[in-house]
């Protein structure tokens, strides 16, 4: 019986097919409370503005980011990429019409304002 002595190199993947391969993470987040909203604050490294989705549905509030990869494999990487993806449920006590967001520096800003019926409302007080 002959057997088939060559060897074959595997060919280098494509930028498409590394693409493919890309693990996705769920981002660092912080949560603030204050008077009159909610900051979510994402650690994105990364992810430029045209690589970012930020949607909402139905009672649920979906962060994707892509990450911008090199032309070039490095030689040495001890950091790897990867996209991110994590989501949020939204309560009825969310303004969810009101929400905006911001990306600087990696860092993904989302302000979710409180429904009007939870922020503090100031009663006069009337003397006589």
Do not use: H, N
């Amino acid at each position: 019986m002959a057997t088939d002595t060559t060897t074959t190199t595997p060919a280098a993947p494509t930028r498409e097919e590394r693409d493919r391969a890309t693990r996705t993470v769920a981002p660092r987040v912080d949560i603030c409370e204050l008077e009159k909203t909610y900051v979510l604050l994402a650690d994105m490294p990364g992810v430029a503005q045209d690589g970012l989705d930020v949607i909402t549905e139905r009672d649920t509030l979906i962060i994707k980011g892509r990450v911008q990869r090199p032309e070039e494999t490095p030689d040495y990487q001890e950091f790897e990429l990867a996209d991110y993806r994590r989501t949020f449920t939204i309560t009825e006590d969310l303004d969810v019409s009101g929400i905006s967001a911001t990306l600087k520096d990696g860092v993904l800003r989302i302000d979710i304002p409180k429904s009007p019926r939870l922020q503090p409302k100031k009663i006069p007080v009337q003397t006589k």
